[in-house]
């Protein structure tokens, strides 16, 4: 996308960002994502760490989804 074309035009050129690039992935796991990362952490047979912080918490989401298949 160039410069001059308006963003609006591709709504999804962004929507998808590396969770390391996220001005606010230092901060604590939301709750929806505990939740759930707890629920993966089950079904994976892996141990739940409710100390991550939003960006991890997405990447070891996207890992156990991987594990469980969920998520595809």
């Known amino acids: ?3 001059t ?5 591709h709504p999804t050129s962004n929507a ?4 390391s690039d996220w001005t606010t992935g230092d ?5 929806a994502q505990a939740s759930y990362l ?3 952490s089950e079904e994976a ?5 409710d ?5 991890d918490a997405s990447k070891r989401i996207d890992e156990l ?5 969920r998520g595809k």
Do not use: C, I, V, Y
Request: no cysteine; proline share 6%; net charge negative.
């Open 45 to 49: 047979g892996e141990e739940f760490d």
């Open 38 to 40: 707890k629920t993966l």
């Open 5 to 9: 074309e308006n963003p609006k035009t």
């Open 16 to 19: 998808e960002k590396d969770p």
């Open 27 to 31: 901060e604590t796991m939301t709750g």
């Open 51 to 55: 100390s991550l912080t939003k960006a």
């Open 65 to 69: 989804q991987g594990k469980t298949g």
């Open 1 to 3: 996308m160039s410069e």
